[in-house]
C-alpha cells in the first residue's frame, strides 16, 4: 500500500516514528515533508502535497501529523476525494468507524494529544480497516461529492 506521509515542526518528530512503523508494517512510504525540523513552518505547504497525492491515486492513504491534527485534515479536506479523519490520542472506535462507515484516506494526528503508541495503533488499525461498502454509506459517500460551494 502506497502511504504518503507530511506534517509541520509539531509533529516532526512523530512523522519521523510513523514513517518507520509503516516501513515495518511493509507499505510503501513516501515522506513529503518536513524534512528537516524547522519550528516556523506552516502545516498547508506539507499537507496539500499529501492530499494531491491521495486525491490522484484513489488506492493510496495518507497520514498527516501536526499538533492536535485539526488544522491538517481542514487543509487536507480541500482536495476533491480527499476524505480526512482527526484522531488525538485514546479510543480508537473512531479510527475504525472513519474507514468502516466514511472510507476515509488521510488520517490527521495530534501529535500534542496522542503518544507514539497510540499513535501506532490507531495507524496500523485504520490501515488494516476495510471500507464496508455497504449501500447507506456509499451513498452518503456519493452525496458528500456532489456538494457545491
Do not use: C
Amino acid at each position: 500500500m502506497k502511504i504518503f506521509l507530511g506534517g509541520d515542526h509539531a509533529g516532526f518528530e512523530l512523522k519521523g516514528k510513523l514513517i518507520e512503523f509503516a516501513r515495518s508494517l511493509g507499505h510503501e512510504v513516501f515522506d513529503l515533508g518536513p524534512l528537516v525540523y524547522d519550528e516556523t513552518d506552516d502545516y498547508p505547504d506539507f499537507i496539500a502535497p499529501v492530499a494531491k497525492a491521495v486525491a490522484a491515486d484513489n488506492k493510496a492513504f495518507g497520514l498527516v501529523i501536526g499538533g492536535s491534527g485539526q488544522g491538517e485534515a481542514m487543509a487536507a479536506n480541500r482536495f476533491k476525494g480527499v476524505r480526512a479523519a482527526v484522531y488525538y490520542g485514546g479510543n480508537t472506535e473512531i479510527v475504525k468507524i472513519s474507514r468502516e462507515h466514511n472510507d476515509s484516506n488521510v488520517l490527521a494526528i495530534g501529535a500534542r494529544f496522542a503518544s507514539a503508541a497510540e499513535a501506532k495503533r490507531a495507524t496500523k488499525l485504520w490501515l488494516e480497516t476495510p471500507f464496508s461498502n455497504e449501500e447507506r454509506h456509499m451513498r452518503r459517500l456519493r452525496k458528500i461529492d456532489t456538494i457545491q460551494p
